[in-house]
């Protein structure tokens, strides 16, 4: 088994991508405006970083932050993959859907709440997207835990490329 790409994003904002090869990157998503202090999660300027990164995908504006946020890291792991396509997605996440679920709760407060935005509230959702993005049909899955478990995650991706 070789996992090719590795990235991390953690609730602080700190990124980590380990590409094929050496290349490597490091840096805080969140260094101009600071984690949110009303509770919520941060999010950084998304939409800011998209355009940066000069993707041309406009269904991206109609996505929530978790979907936006696995979608650009999903780019980044693209560029330096020596995969073509990848064969399946699996993702691990500690808050889940938990911004989209605030938001579909202050929608159901207001009477304004839909199907567009309850979509948002699964954690697989983030999968969906990267898959219709990139055309992949194979295994996916979201595991929430509440640290980063890096040999859960090895037995389990392993498992997964076993049955693939």
Known sequence: MK???YTYLDVDGNYFHQGSGQSKKQFNIFQQNGPRKDGRLSVPDLEAIYDFL???YPKFYKMDPLSQLGILLTEELMKTSSVEKPSGILIWNKH????ADIKHIDNIKNGISGPAN???????IVVGEISIRHKITGETGVFLNEELA???MATITEMYMKTS
């Open 3 to 5: 996992i090719v790409n």
């Open 96 to 99: 889940s859907s938990y911004n």
């Open 118 to 124: 309850f979509t948002y509230t699964l954690p697989n």
């Open 150 to 152: 890096p040999s859960q």
């Open 54 to 56: 000069k993707i041309d």
